[in-house]
Nanobody, 123 residues
């Protein structure tokens, strides 16, 4: 059974940093795409970043490029999302997601979701 455990959210001032972690179990990264979505109150769900082990590609939403960096530790089956220069508009619940092989920009394509971790950026 695929399980994803996200952590690392919190309250930070604008310009600050946080690092999200997602511990995965029930699969290996070799055959999966794993990433992050976020959802703010009253807004559409948004894909933030995704790494596809199948083709070695990492994707970022335009809104986070240059500020967020996706990384993974395959030995620990854990991925990380260091977030720098945080803005109030980054405030959302962040979800770790996974699906077989390739990334997708649609959350509906990801069958596995973690429980979410709240990120709040104050101005």
């Amino acid at each position: 059974e695929v399980q994803l455990q996200a952590s690392g959210g919190g309250l930070v001032q604008a310009g600050g940093s946080l690092r999200l972690s997602c511990a995965a179990s029930g699969f290996t990264f070799d055959d999966y795409a794993i990433g992050w979505f976020r959802q703010a109150p009253g807004k559409e769900r948004e894909g933030v970043s995704c790494m596809s082990s199948s083709d070695g590609t990492t994707y970022y939403a335009d809104s986070v490029k240059g500020r967020f960096t996706f990384s993974s530790d395959n030995a620990k089956n854990t991925v990380y999302l260091p977030m720098n220069s945080l803005k109030p508009e980054d405030t959302a619940v962040y979800y770790c997601v996974a699906r077989a092989y390739y990334c997708s920009g649609s959350g509906a394509d990801f069958g596995s979701w973690g429980q979410g971790t709240q990120v709040t950026v104050s101005s």
